[in-house]
């Protein structure tokens, strides 16, 4: 997943990037870094796209004035490095790749590639349509536009955050503010995506939905599945990565600097020491064969990458 190069649907477009690399530089918040990307957004109009191109990958499209996806896959690549080890550590030992939570699809033309079958979910709907921008003519691709949670075929209102597609969440979780714009969307159980008996790499990216997806999971790990998660660095209470440790077979590890056990909330609260930032975890039950196979990819850097 390494070889990378950029391309723009304009010269302008080129002109936009370079300028905002270079104010992004000037930046000292998380605020002025995404009001520079919105603000050339309006001197140079909203058609500026780069599409970045990283391996055998689908072109992955990035719109200029998008202060999330300038930011951290452009400015500050690679982006999440060490979901893209456990990706390529897991290729080849199971068929089935699922991204919850999939944004505008960065993860899922990512692992395009590398497995089979790729099922991304998405609740936001102009988010899921920029999803279906960048992976709908991709063949081994299955999008939904759903919520992940417990159970599948409700409904339930999802908040869009005005400044952020990437703080999506479910109302329940947190009220909707005066400019958030909230919407009805159904809700998908990660059992009814992966189908009985396949040892499916779960990636869960749900903005506070998280133990309620993993409710609905409860037979996919029970078949082996491994899932990559998020615990935030603004939870001293590791609430996610608590839940999980309650069941005494499942193993949680850190993937930042390599597999590394966390056998308790103490140790994965000392791992987060930036209020700002989702760490990421795996979790699979101990006598899982598809965390085995990552585990020796992560012990053979070539493999691994």
């Given at each position: 997943?390494?070889?990378?190069?950029?391309?723009?649907?304009?010269?302008?477009?080129?002109?936009?990037?370079?300028?905002?690399?270079?104010?992004?530089?000037?930046?000292?918040?998380?605020?002025?870094?995404?009001?520079?990307?919105?603000?050339?957004?309006?001197?140079?109009?909203?058609?500026?796209?780069?599409?970045?191109?990283?391996?055998?990958?689908?072109?992955?499209?990035?719109?200029?004035?998008?202060?999330?996806?300038?930011?951290?896959?452009?400015?500050?690549?690679?982006?999440?490095?060490?979901?893209?080890?456990?990706?390529?550590?897991?290729?080849?030992?199971?068929?089935?790749?699922?991204?919850?939570?999939?944004?505008?699809?960065?993860?899922?033309?990512?692992?395009?590639?590398?497995?089979?079958?790729?099922?991304?979910?998405?609740?936001?709907?102009?988010?899921?349509?920029?999803?279906?921008?960048?992976?709908?003519?991709?063949?081994?691709?299955?999008l939904h536009r759903a919520a992940?949670?417990?159970?599948?075929?409700?409904?339930?209102?999802?908040?869009?955050?005005?400044?952020?597609?990437?703080?999506?969440?479910?109302?329940?979780?947190?009220?909707?503010?005066?400019?958030?714009?909230?919407?009805?969307?159904?809700?998908?159980?990660?059992?009814?995506?992966?189908?009985e008996g396949v040892t499916a790499l779960i990636k869960l990216?749900?903005?506070?939905?998280?133990?309620?997806?993993?409710?609905?999971?409860?037979?996919?790990?029970?078949?082996?599945?491994?899932?990559?998660?998020?615990?935030?660095?603004?939870?001293?209470?590791?609430?996610?990565?608590?839940?999980?440790?309650?069941?005494?077979?499942?193993?949680?590890?850190?993937?930042?600097?390599?597999?590394?056990?966390?056998?308790?909330?103490?140790?994965?609260?000392?791992?987060?020491?930036?209020?700002?930032?989702?760490?990421?975890?795996?979790?699979?039950?101990?006598?899982?064969?598809?965390?085995?196979?990552?585990?020796?990819?992560?012990?053979?850097?070539?493999?691994?990458?």
């Amino acid at each position: 997943m390494n070889e990378r190069h950029l391309t723009f649907s304009s010269r302008a477009a080129r002109l936009q990037y370079m300028l905002l690399m270079g104010l992004f530089r000037l930046a000292v918040t998380r605020g002025l870094y995404g009001r520079f990307a919105r603000g050339l957004g309006r001197v140079f109009g909203p058609d500026g796209t780069v599409f970045l191109h990283e391996g055998g990958a689908p072109p992955y499209r990035i719109a200029l004035n998008d202060g999330y996806w300038t930011r951290f896959a452009l400015y500050r690549a690679p982006y999440e490095p060490e979901v893209a080890r456990v990706l390529t550590a897991a290729s080849g030992a199971t068929p089935l790749f699922c991204d919850l939570g999939a944004n505008k699809g960065f993860w899922t033309t990512r692992a395009a590639p590398l497995f089979e079958q790729v099922i991304a979910v998405e609740a936001s709907a102009a988010t899921f349509a920029e999803l279906s921008g960048n992976a709908r003519d991709v063949p081994n691709v299955t999008l939904h536009r759903a919520a992940i949670h417990a159970r599948s075929g409700e409904e339930m209102r999802f908040v869009n955050t005005h400044l952020s597609h990437a703080s999506a969440r479910l109302e329940a979780d947190l009220p909707a503010g005066g400019q958030d714009r909230v919407e009805t969307v159904g809700t998908r159980a990660v059992d009814d995506l992966v189908p009985e008996g396949v040892t499916a790499l779960i990636k869960l990216d749900v903005e506070g939905a998280e133990i309620a997806a993993i409710e609905g999971a409860a037979r996919a790990l029970t078949d082996g599945a491994v899932l990559i998660y998020e615990d935030h660095g603004n939870d001293p209470a590791c609430t996610v990565s608590a839940h999980l440790l309650s069941d005494p077979d499942i193993r949680l590890y850190s993937i930042e600097t390599g597999l590394i056990p966390m056998p308790d909330v103490a140790t994965i609260r000392a791992c987060k020491t930036d209020a700002y930032k989702g760490y990421n975890f795996l979790a699979a039950r101990a006598d899982s064969k598809l965390l085995a196979r990552i585990m020796q990819g992560f012990a053979n850097p070539a493999r691994s990458g």
